[in-house]
């Protein structure tokens, strides 16, 4: 049974650490180019490639690859969840022609109708159902065409998902109407009607 | 809309051939990507050596 007094105490988050995590901190890379770059570096390692593509084969989608890749990226402090947003596009891009240069048939997976796992899938994870050599081949004929990656030093990202539009953008300034405002907030109408009846 | 539905939505619109603004501003009319959809177009064309469209309407595999 948890013992209710082990919780913390009103206020104890002010004597933590704000530092503690990588994402408290300032995100590594803020260049576009910069992570582009970092990116292939890291799925185009034999090791990561050979898991990656293991994957794919077994079915999962390259929308979900991605999206773990750059979760994974957030989590070690490398970019903003808004920034792996705007490079899942060529990260993407990326595992596909690594697929494709293994020979191996994909599913990009950004069809609303997105599969869910099998048995069959999970069977194929367990076995590493996949041939080494293509793994090799594909992480080789896409690295050789990368240039060597130098960090930049840490700085802050401007802009993001949750800044204001601008007119350039075609989007209108200002607050979103209250229907939407609700829906993102999940809330729905019907719950307080349910309520009061 | 949740995180894994954004990444969603930013790969569909990416091989859609349309680049999100916050990129464009992260950019700068001035610095186009070196890693940009013409990027990757050539690296796909040096390991197959075909032809690829490079203006983003690639036919998407998808099941």
């Known amino acids: 049974m948890r013992n209710m007094l082990d919780g913390p105490i009103p206020g104890e988050n002010y004597t933590s650490d704000t530092k503690n995590y990588p994402w408290h901190r300032p995100p590594e890379l803020t260049k576009y180019d910069d992570a582009i770059k970092y990116s292939i570096e890291k799925l185009t390692d034999p090791k990561a490639a050979e898991g990656l593509l293991t994957f794919i084969e077994a079915g999962m989608p390259i929308a979900t690859a991605a999206d773990i890749f750059v979760t994974n990226g957030i989590g070690k402090g490398k970019w903003t969840p808004d920034f792996a947003i705007l490079i899942a596009g060529p990260v993407a891009r990326m595992m596909e022609l690594m697929a494709k240069a293994a020979e191996i048939e994909y599913d990009l997976g950004i069809d609303d109708d997105v599969p869910v796992p099998t048995v069959e899938f999970f069977k194929a994870v367990a076995e590493g159902n996949i041939d080494k050599e293509q793994v090799e081949d594909a992480s080789e004929a896409i690295e050789g065409s990368v240039d060597d990656f130098s960090e930049e030093p840490m700085g802050v990202a401007t802009g993001g998902l949750m800044a204001p539009q601008n007119e350039a953008t075609g989007l209108t300034e200002g607050v979103a109407p209250m229907d939407e405002q609700d829906a993102m907030l999940g809330y729905d109408p019907t719950d307080e009607e349910e309520v009061l009846v | ?63």
Not at chain 2, 6 to 23: F, H, L, M, N, R
Not at chain 2, 44 to 52: M, R, S
């Open chain 2, 1 to 63: 809309m949740t995180f894994e539905e954004a990444v969603k939505q930013s790969i569909k619109k990416y091989y859609e051939g349309i680049d999100p603004a916050a990129t464009m501003e992260l950019l700068g009319e001035e610095n186009p990507s070196e890693y940009g959809r013409d990027y990757f177009d050539s690296v796909e064309e040096e390991i197959f050596g075909e032809e690829v469209a490079s203006d983003g309407e690639e036919e998407v595999k998808d099941a």
